[in-house]
């Protein structure tokens, strides 16, 4: 099994900046892909952004091009997501997952570990 917990959520104001963190612990080996995702009250789970652990190839959502950078250092098994001119709409719960395969997946029932999710709030 592996475990994730992820940190760094908060509230802050429109334009502004929050550094999530994710954590990875237990059976790490074997997993290749980590991402991130965010579900908004009432909505379903969708895919913000994924890395590969092993080149380091990223993958967006169109939403985020720009604006929000995944990176991970893998000495500390962690990954990261930067997240530059929030915006209201990206206020949601997110989420990091991970997968053992190799393909940078948008659909949630492609990865295989989740963690409890850290809350994003941008005000206006």
């Known amino acids: 099994q592996v475990q994730l917990v992820e940190s760094g959520g908060g509230l802050v104001q429109a334009g502004g900046s929050l550094r999530l963190s994710c954590a990875a612990s237990?059976?790490?080996?074997?997993?290749?892909?980590m991402g991130w995702f965010h579900q908004a009250p009432g909505k379903e789970r969708v895919f913000v952004a994924a890395i590969s652990t092993g080149d380091g190839t990223t993958n967006y959502a169109d939403s985020v091009k720009g604006r929000f950078t995944i990176s991970r250092d893998n000495a500390k098994n962690t990954v990261y997501l930067q997240m530059n001119s929030l915006k209201p709409e990206d206020t949601a719960v997110y989420y990091c997952?991970?997968?053992?395969?190799?393909?940078?997946?948008?659909?949630?029932?492609?990865?295989?570990?989740w963690g409890q999710g850290t809350q994003v709030t941008v005000s206006s």
């Open positions: 997952a991970a997968r053992r395969g190799t393909a940078l997946f948008v659909s949630t029932q492609r990865y295989d570990y």
């Open positions: 237990g059976r790490t080996f074997g997993v290749n892909v």
